[in-house]
């Protein structure tokens, strides 16, 4: 046997082998699962699939929502030529190879389709070397990436492609995909157990298949057929998806600050939790506690800034991982405090007015007195010191084009005073 062109038994033998995820790739559109918003009928993917017109695209997705298959399947159905490769195993010198290969082509009007793996792992220059080729139409360029294309791709780039969002599959298309799974390795699997096995997925197809034949694997060592206890040595760590430098890190902290922010101290903790455990920056958690408690509580609570700010010495003082509790109180404490922006409002509106009518001076009576000839310049001239008199409680100290200005403007909220309590 030929070890580089293995006979037509011997493939299948190899087949049969491999992976259950592999073998139960999906090969065409019906039996792909998921991704309804894509291909559903009358959806653009499915329509430029069934006309054999696919423009250069960007398939962005968590692991194991069908970013490859779906591209094997465009290979499958399409009469142009389709060429593979990663971008982990890829230079430049390969790139202008096939770029070659694929201009003699189109002289032919024969069309070429280049399926990038991973293409967020390719380099500026590398990225720009496809750019002439998808501008001319020499390719169509479909790549596959699990990192957010508008930070990990060139934006030259991208804006010549379609960019398509695939979702994470949900419990009832993984419940699909487990029991298409079971039926591979003829095998019965009790209802409950399937949807274990799609729940501890993570939304993603092969992890689910991976802890199907894992779980069925340890279950025929022990003679028995497969219990929950199989599933979660399985999967004894469900998948993070998170990213410190993309999406992910941005979509965690925002989820984390609009659930503190709507008060839902339950939510706060998870997301917590989420961005703990996926490695975030306790640093960069306790910042946005620090911002957020001025920015979103003010002086509805004067309190939540010190706790805040406690929780980012803490950081410094204990570390990880028991500083996750200081940071925990701090979170719930936020969540739990009374809400007031006015003090978010009260900055902006000042320099807003700062902005359109430049840095306008203090009245006279306001300015420093305390140089010499000071005083012939008429500084400090009317000015009343407050302990001494009341009456200057009663000045004006905005300067005179701005008389008027209410920047700080509190609702009463917590701690705060009412608006009728505030200086008229």
Known sequence: MDLFNPTPDAAAAQASQAPLADRMRPRTLDEFVGQEHLLGPGKPLSLAIAHDDPTSMIFWGPPGTGKTTLAKIIAALTQATFIEFSAVMSGIKEIKAVMLAAEKAAGF??????????????NKAQQDAFLPYVERGSIRLIGAT?????????????????????????????EVIVQRG????????????????????????????????????????????????HVEDAARKRPLVYDRAGDAHFDFASAFIKSMRGSDADAAVYYLASMIEAGEDPRFVARRMVIFASEDIGLADPRALQVAVAAADAVEYVGLPEVQLNLAEAAIYLALAPKSNAVKTAIFSAREDVREHGNVRPPKMLRGSGYRGAKALGSGEGYIYPHDDARGFELEYLPEELRGRRYWQPKGTGEEPKPGETKS
Request: hydrophobic share 45%.
């Open 182 to 229: 079971a039926k591979e390795l003829g095998i019965e699997v009790a209802h409950e157990i399937v949807e274990a096995i799609a729940k501890n997925a993570g939304g993603d197809a092969r992890n689910a298949l991976n802890i199907l034949e894992l779980a069925w694997q340890t279950a025929g060592a022990d003679g028995t057929s497969i219990g929950a206890n």
């Open 146 to 174: 699990t990192e957010n294309p508008y930070f990990q791709v060139n934006s030259a780039l991208l804006s010549r492609c379609q960019l398509y969002a695939l979702e994470p599959l949900s419990q009832q298309e993984l």
């Open 109 to 122: 009007r024969s069309r070429t389709i280049l399926f990038i793996d991973e293409i967020h792992r390719f």
